[in-house]
């Protein structure tokens, strides 16, 4: 059964910083791409980070370039997001994706962490 439980949402302050943490179970993580999504009031669930498997760069997306950073530790089967500088448009439910990265149609959801930036 797989298995993908983040942790680490909360209140942020305006120009904080959360560190949002994805534990996985079920895969063999290594040779999984993992990205982060998030999904704001009002909007469409968007992807905001991936890390590969392999030696591709990292992808961002462009509003959270230069302030967000992903990261993974293979050997405890755990994806990480470190969010700086964050701003009220950080809002959103963000959620950890695994795909098999030889087989994109073979992918799991987490449930959804809630990071709310507020003053």
């Known amino acids: 059964q797989v298995q993908l439980v983040e942790s680490g949402g909360g209140l942020g302050q305006p120009g904080g910083s959360l560190r949002l943490s994805c534990a996985a179970s079920g895969i063999s993580f290594s040779i999984y791409d993992m990205a982060w999504y998030r999904q704001g009031p009002g909007k469409q669930r968007e992807l905001v980070a991936r890390?590969?498997?392999?030696?591709?760069?990292?992808y961002y997306a462009d509003s959270v370039k230069g302030r967000f950073t992903i990261s993974r530790d293979n050997a405890w089967n755990t994806v990480h997001l470190r969010m700086n500088s964050l701003s009220p448009q950080d809002t959103a439910v963000y959620y950890c994706?695994?795909?098999?990265?030889?087989?994109?149609?073979?992918?799991?959801w987490g449930q959804g962490t809630q990071v709310t930036v507020s003053s």
């Open positions: 890390i590969f498997s392999g030696l591709s760069a990292n």
């Open positions: 994706h695994a795909r098999l990265a030889s087989r994109w149609s073979e992918d799991y």
